[in-house]
């Protein structure tokens, strides 16, 4: 371990015993456009927030990948998002976290190997859904989210790699090629830390990369600071266009943010309202790919632990 990795685990421990030790956090960050907060929390006393310095592209096996830089604070986490979720979790977030955790519990993967993309702390993961795959890989660049992953599912033998796979369009190959049995999972990544520029060609990507896989996400569509109709029972598939669902849940002149991802997983679609703080909700969808030879890519189903 360098010294800047041994840094940046000695700061994800004081924020751990912050965050512990806060019954009632003085600050939090404000509402912003996207799920995990755009602006930055006080870290906290004795906090240092230190990137570790290393070269952001190696060479394995004879193809250029882009390694996670880990970081404490992040336009899509970070310390600010932990602070929301201590305070937060278990009031404004317990329905959709539970919606969350009733798709997860639908979603089966004939695979016992499992690629988490953004879980952060696993807020609206569910320990009985990690308990089923013999393997838990998380790309995951916030140091203190891993440590807290470590604590709230001590039972999972969390292994996490490096991997960039949101850097660029090559980033849905890069997975296949990484993990060529694992089922995917985006955990409401892609509409915050994708960069909107990128979508179109990431969006392509994916569709073709990871066709032979069995993938799903949950993420962003739509967010605003005025609270929108109940989205729960509405059918995404009824809907040309986000702009289309957006007229739909605020009958009135609203500000609302797209986050380009409608529509992003071809099956199994549905939708969740998410307030996540008392003044800002997010519209949030689910889908799932099942590739059309459900054994192209898993072993057999007999293997999954249940």
């Known amino acids: 371990m360098s010294s800047a990795q041994r840094v940046s685990e000695q700061a ?16 939090i960050a404000p509402s912003g456009s996207y799920a995990r907060g755009d602006a930055e929390a006080d870290p906290g006393p004795g906090l240092l927030v ?13 193809r250029l990948q882009r390694l996670l830089r880990p970081h404490l604070n992040d336009p899509s986490g970070g310390l600010g998002y932990h602070l929301r979720a201590l305070r937060f979790r278990h009031s404004l977030w317990a329905p959709y976290i539970a919606t969350v955790q009733r798709w997860l519990h639908d979603w089966r993967p004939p695979t016992d190997t499992l690629v988490v993309v ?22 995951e660049p916030d140091p203190l989210a891993r440590t807290l992953l470590r604590r709230r599912f001590a039972q999972i033998a969390w292994h996490f790699d490096r991997l960039d796979c949101l850097h660029d369009g090559g980033g849905p190959g890069a997975l296949a090629a990484a993990y060529p049995q694992a089922a995917i999972l985006f955990a409401n990544v892609l509409g915050q830390a994708l960069d909107p520029a990128l979508l179109p060609a990431w969006r392509g990507a994916l569709a073709d990369a990871l066709r032979l896989h069995h ?16 989205a729960d029972d509405l059918d995404p598939a009824a809907f040309r266009d986000a702009t289309a669902l957006a007229r739909a849940l605020w009958r009135t002149a609203v500000e609302v943010s797209d986050h380009d991802t409608f529509a992003l997983a071809p099956q199994g679609r549905a939708l969740a ?7 800002q909700w997010q519209v ?15 072993p057999p189903a007999a293997q999954v632990r249940q």
């Open 215 to 230: 993938w799903a996400s949950w993420h962003d569509v739509l967010s605003a600071g005025t609270a929108p109709l109940p």
């Open 273 to 279: 309202s998410w307030r996540i703080a008392p003044a």
């Open 118 to 139: 953004g879980p952060s702390a696993g807020y609206a993961l569910d320990a009985a859904f990690l308990a089923r795959f013999r393997s838990v890989r998380a790309l």
């Open 284 to 298: 949030v969808e689910w889908g799932m790919h099942r590739p059309a030879d459900a054994h192209s890519a898993a």
């Open 12 to 27: 994800s421990a004081t924020a751990v015993e912050v965050l512990e030790n806060s019954a009632c956090p003085q600050k």
């Open 50 to 62: 230190i990137e570790e310095e290393l070269d952001s592209r190696v060479q394995a096996e004879g």
